[in-house]
């Protein structure tokens, strides 16, 4: 069964800890974490501090997703904190191995993440032993307005997965950005084995959407009030 993440960037930060508690009651594997600098990306998110507090919140695992120059030092200080999985932008490193061989050492799950433009190419079978997972953008990152989804996307995830099996590793792939209601199947049936879900999430009913999204993925047990409703 794939995973749904919930993207903690699309949170009401009013009640933050509040939506953590009902998205865990309610099932949610892990949550995901943007941080980002206003460098790398235009926008500010997450800040070690706040990954702190979040980690103060919950047991599941956090996802982090840096999007900062000089990943390597934030990686060390989340990592720290307890951060499960940390993921690095291939295009923000020119050493990527380098970084992810650190973050395993240093005990978390290392994932190598690619923007929208750049070629899974890059993907090269020496990355993809050492990578635990790859992240998929799906939209343009760090954009604070409303993007949508890449429908080039799925595409690009079928390209991977065939890189993945031909390398013989157990990368996963995950994939990030505008995903809702009208188009997880794809990406689902594309390959991805975790979505990274913000907005689609966040907006409306949250405990409703997260047993509605986790339904979709193959939880059967999940019962849903408007399973066939259009959003």
Known sequence: MSKVSPSLYCADSSRLNDQIQILEQAGAECFHIDMM????????AFSIPEVQSVKQA???????????VDPERVARKVIELGAYSVNIHYEANNDVISVLELI???????????????????L??????????????SVPPGECTKQAFIYETLQRIRQVKSKI????????IQVDGDINFDNV???????AD????????????LLDNIKRFKYMLGDSTQEIKRVGAQH
Request: net charge negative; proline share 4%; glycine share 8%.
């Open 37 to 44: 600098d206003a460098v790398y990306v235009p926008s500010l």
């Open 58 to 68: 919950t047991n599941l695992p956090l996802d982090i997703h840096i999007m900062m």
């Open 104 to 122: 395993k050492s240093l005990g978390a799950k290392a994932g190598v993440v690619l923007n929208p433009e750049t070629s899974v190419e890059v």
């Open 124 to 137: 090269t079978d020496d990355i993809l032993r050492v990578a635990d997972a790859v992240q998929l953008m």
């Open 165 to 172: 099996t031909a390398t013989g590793s157990d990368t996963l």
């Open 185 to 191: 199947k794809s990406v689902l049936e594309a390959g």
């Open 194 to 205: 975790m979505v990274v879900v913000g907005a689609a999430l966040f907006h409306g009913d």
